[in-house]
């Protein structure tokens, strides 16, 4: 099993705040990856890192940031929430580009 | 344009007989790969064929790819209601970065008793 872990799984939360959701790989893995999933829909890139202070957008536009300070954590901030940012957020690692990823649980995201 | 898409997008089937996806993409690639998500859980890697592969297998999978029609299909032989989960395809592309995977738009697998 892979050892990559999101806190927390389920936020619900109102418009307006703050928010960061965490994840940690304890692979060592160079690449760090963000998607985001709508219910029953493919995931599309937001952000990816491959490794510490490298990190890039994905294929879809997002209003969320992302740092990577520490090879093992990878979170993701968005500074205002809104509604249209409800989604499932999926973290992921892999060795090297192109290689199998492991994913994390996720978090399913709701903004009131 | 999304990179993959998957056909069927449901199948329902019955426990012992076999399943068969689909995948297309658009462009070239670097290696194909297979992913399993279970039902609000992330995704977990299943088999990946290389763009000079033809045909791959691992336990009751199989994936076969045709670079020539940009499609590879997965086959789940013998399914169990274990199975039941959303499969997807995710192509690695081979651009200057050659990292990043695109994922298709899976298929719904419900494997009844």
């Known amino acids: 099993e892979a050892d990559i872990y999101q806190t927390p799984r389920y936020l619900v939360i109102g418009t307006g705040k703050k928010i960061t959701l965490e994840c940690s790989q304890t692979?060592?893995?160079?690449?760090m990856y963000w998607y985001q999933q709508d219910p029953g829909m493919e995931l599309h890139l937001i952000h990816y890192?491959?490794?510490?202070?490298?990190?890039e957008k994905g294929d879809l536009s997002s209003e969320s940031t992302v740092s990577r300070i520490r090879t093992e954590h990878f979170p993701l901030t968005l500074e205002s929430a809104r509604p249209s940012h409800t989604s499932q957020y999926l973290c992921?690692?892999?060795?090297?580009?192109?290689?199998?990823?492991?994913f994390g649980d996720g978090t399913r995201l709701s903004i009131l | 344009s999304q990179q993959g898409e998957e056909d069927p997008q449901a199948l329902s089937i019955q426990e012992g007989e076999n399943a068969t996806m689909n995948c297309s993409y658009k462009?070239?690639?670097?290696?194909l790969q297979w992913y399993r998500q279970n039902s609000g859980r992330g995704l977990v890697h299943l088999i990946l064929?290389?763009?000079?592969?033809r045909e791959k297998h691992s336990g009751r999978l199989r994936v076969t790819l045709d670079t020539s029609k940009k499609s590879s299909s997965l086959l789940i032989t013998a399914s169990r209601a274990a199975d039941t989960a959303s499969y997807f395809c995710?192509?690695?592309?081979?651009?200057?970065?050659?990292?990043?995977?695109?994922f298709g738009t899976g298929t719904r697998l419900q494997v009844t008793l």
């Open positions: 992921a690692s892999s060795e090297s580009g192109g290689q199998p990823q492991h």
């Open positions: 692979m060592g893995h160079d690449k």
């Open positions: 890192s491959y490794g510490v202070n490298s990190t």
């Open positions: 462009t070239s690639i670097n290696n």
């Open positions: 064929i290389r763009s000079n592969e």
């Open positions: 995710a192509t690695a592309r081979n651009t200057g970065t050659a990292s990043k995977l695109t």
